[in-house]
């Protein structure tokens, strides 16, 4: 999130959030986080949020669409090489998806769907010692060598998001912002209740409940300030910085007890 928000400032825009191009250090005294592919980025500047107006806030459901959305796809934006819609298909946000202008305020609604997707996506750490194997084989894994065993498949109602229509999974995804109870939905939903409960330990439940409902609250909350239908998330790198921040001092003593990582710093494997 600092390495995007950087670029921000920069006029570098990512446009492909995901998963797969965030990518962590095996060594515990460097740096251990990485963005990479900037295959669809390109330079453009920050876009500010949206304003309320400060005269007659509650007028703002009343205003023209196109002052609290984002600006439409430039021309050269819509071409097939790049393509309307930018990103890894699950990772879009719903203004993307929708067809409209990629901005950073899309960039970090992405983190918040690799956030929520991890959860889906393993059931707890490989074990030390498979840790280990990855380690000495750079974490590359050679093509038909299988999954590794701690991955999972997504529910059916996020499997939906790699593959189907562009619009559909756009409006579903802002009905989930544009309900003022769409955080505590998704914690209540089947989906991740089972995911916990099949995936990670008991104890790990409620903060983990707890890190969803408190991200996705900031970027409900952000919606607030736009006309319908034209919604937009718009929540700050630093918003978005401070909730994992404090999800982390708060929890710091489970990573030790949770963790199957070896001290690589101890051992100093090469």
Not at 18 to 28: H, K, M, Q, T, W
Request: charged fraction near 25%; proline fraction near 6%.
């Amino acid at each position: 999130m600092k390495g995007h928000e950087f670029l921000t400032s920069i006029g570098i825009l990512h446009r492909d959030v995901s998963e797969n191009n965030i990518v962590l250090g095996a060594y515990p005294w460097e740096e251990r986080r990485y963005l990479i592919d900037f295959d669809m980025a390109i330079l453009q500047e920050a876009e500010e949020a949206t304003r309320v107006s400060p005269t007659d806030p509650t007028n703002q459901l009343h205003q023209p669409a196109q002052e609290w959305s984002a600006q439409p796809a430039k021309s050269d934006e819509k071409k097939r090489v790049k393509g309307l819609r930018t990103g890894t298909f699950p990772y879009i946000s719903f203004n993307v998806l929708l067809g409209e202008r990629h901005t950073q305020f899309d960039d970090v609604e992405s983190f918040l769907y690799v956030l929520l997707l991890f959860f889906f996506s393993y059931a707890g750490p490989l074990p030390t010692t498979q840790l280990e194997e990855a380690h000495k084989k750079g974490f590359v894994q050679s093509t038909g060598s299988g999954r590794l065993s701690h991955m999972r498949n997504w529910p059916t109602k996020y499997a939906g998001w790699a593959d189907g229509d562009p619009q559909v999974i756009g409006k579903s995804k802002a009905f989930d912002f544009w309900d003022p109870f769409g955080e505590t939905i998704l914690v209540e939903s089947p989906e991740l209740e089972n995911c916990l409960a099949n995936n990670w330990p008991q104890v790990l439940h409620s903060s983990i409940k707890c890190l969803v409902v408190d991200s996705f609250k900031v970027f409900t909350q952000s919606t607030q300030h736009a006309a319908p239908k034209r919604r937009r998330t718009e929540v700050s790198h630093a918003q978005f910085i401070n909730i994992l921040d404090k999800w982390l001092i708060t929890n710091s003593g489970l990573e030790h007890e949770y963790s199957n990582c070896p001290d690589f710093k101890d051992s100093r494997l090469v």
